[in-house]
């Protein structure tokens, strides 16, 4: 038998932001050309890399004539000091003196736009067309940094508080949301649905771990083609027991969203500059009040009556925000107290307050972008509850074994990553926030 030991490639990558270190020495690196400029003298080749761009130049004895936008090469340089004013180049005090250059690959053919411009401008039903090339845009691609440590920080901040990851399945046996707005999958010889929520495992997870929480795809079958909605988003969720009151939720995500942007100031700076973000102020604490009191307020201010609603109007959570900006200078606001026809049929009823439940939603600049409160933990008060919303007992017959046999007080909350990152990118359109967004109309790429 012949055995042939494979050693991994040893990869080394440059920290752009110490590029001060190397001032002097020679570099290699790999990326694609993204802009080509050849003056008399000199030309100033932008170097796309992992991240950002790099600005390399070659002397006059370097011909990059043969060389097009888009190409793949390798690099080799000295670093020097430099003064550059791209933002989209992480690090404006260094670049690169072209000493040897190779191609690596050319494409076969150049993309319908040019994805080196300082804006992409191109129509959404293009960019989302050719979504894995328009991705390839600094702007574009730093969308996705910024998520990249939203989703991050959720997993690390919840470890740090004792939390255990799990791994919902997405293949269920019953809407968790209930509702119409469920995909129906032919699962062999039965019916099965795709999963809206992991909350039933993550109610599970509390009688197996305490604290658990999940990351991962959720499904909606609504018929929206929106700015606020897509069909299948990423889902930040835990779940927490031994809770004595469903603010105790609410403060943890108030913990959360604070450390979040401490993450986003350490990791992200270059984003947030490239993308000219700002950043919430964040105090200690987030507004939180009622939801027949923000119908009040909205009914007051500005006149629009919604007060027999069950729900939040888009036009109420965009002027909530600005209210709850003005009156506590938070950019955050709890609405709490939702009626229970609104509220799916594991959500604790308020028990000072019949009609309405223990839950909330978060807003965030104009935008739900959080849904959580304390759940049932009793077998009788779950039991009763499926049953007056129509439902048949014996079709939850796993998740009512949560309670026959005992879990602990608990509640939890569901993040939408995709409603975040769109709001703390300044991005209006739900669809930007997403890598590949999943529409009404659209199932590709």
């Known amino acids: 038998m012949n055995i042939k030991n494979i050693s991994p490639k040893q990869i080394e990558i440059i920290d752009l932001t110490k590029l001060g270190e ?3 020495k020679e570099i290699k690196l790999q990326g694609v050309i993204h802009r080509l400029r050849i003056l008399p003298n000199v030309t100033f080749c932008i170097l796309r890399l992992e991240r950002s761009l790099i600005q390399v130049v070659a002397e006059q004895q370097h011909d990059l004539s043969k060389f097009i936008e888009g190409d793949f090469v390798e690099i080799t340089g000295i670093v020097r000091s430099s003064k550059l004013n791209d933002r989209a180049i992480l690090n404006k005090n260094y670049e690169i003196s072209l000493v040897t250059i190779n191609l690596i690959h050319r494409p076969k053919e150049l993309p319908p736009f040019e994805i080196n ?9 293009l960019e989302f067309d050719m979504r894995p090339i328009s991705l390839r845009h600094p702007k574009k691609r730093a969308i996705f940094k910024i998520s990249e440590t939203i989703a991050n920080s959720f997993a690390s901040f919840l470890e740090l508080n004792g939390f255990t990851r799990i791994f919902s399945p997405k293949i269920v046996f019953a809407g968790a949301e209930g509702g119409a707005n469920i995909f129906k999958i032919q699962y062999f010889d039965k019916m099965a649905y795709l999963a809206q929520s992991p909350q039933f495992y993550k109610q599970y997870g509390v009688g197996i771990f305490g604290r658990v929480y999940d990351i991962g795809p959720v499904f909606r079958a609504e018929k929206h083609n929106t700015t606020r909605h897509i069909n299948e988003y990423i889902s930040l969720d835990f779940e ?6 469903f603010e105790d939720v609410m403060a943890l995500e108030t913990a959360y969203l604070k450390y979040l942007i401490e993450q986003l100031k350490e990791k992200n700076s270059f984003e947030i500059d490239l993308l000219e973000i700002t950043l919430p ?7 939180s009040i009622k939801l027949k009191d923000a119908h009040e307020i909205v009914f007051k201010e500005i006149k629009k009556d919604y007060r027999n609603e069950p729900d939040l109007s888009p036009d109420e959570e965009k002027f909530l925000t600005q209210w709850s900006k003005k009156e506590y200078n938070s950019e955050f606001l709890f609405i709490t107290h939702f009626p229970t026809s609104k509220r799916p049929f594991y959500t604790m009823d308020d028990p000072e307050n019949p009609g309405e439940t223990l839950s909330f939603d978060l807003l965030f600049r104009g935008l739900e972008i959080t849904t959580g409160g304390q759940r049932i933990h009793d077998y009788d008060m779950q039991y009763n509850k499926i049953v007056s919303f129509g439902l048949n007992p014996s079709d939850f017959e796993s998740f009512l074994q949560l309670h026959k046999y005992g879990v602990p007080p608990h509640g939890g909350l569901a993040i ?16 930007e926030a997403s890598m590949y967004p999943r529409d009404i109309n659209r199932i590709t790429p």
């Open 281 to 287: 102020t964040f105090n200690d604490f987030i507004p």
């Open 117 to 125: 411009k300082k804006e992409l401008n191109i129509k959404p039903d």
């Open 22 to 24: 190397l001032e002097g």
């Open 240 to 245: 927490m027991g031994f809770i004595s009151s």
């Open 416 to 431: 939408g990553l995709e409603r975040l990152t769109a709001r703390i990118c300044g991005i209006e359109n739900i669809k």
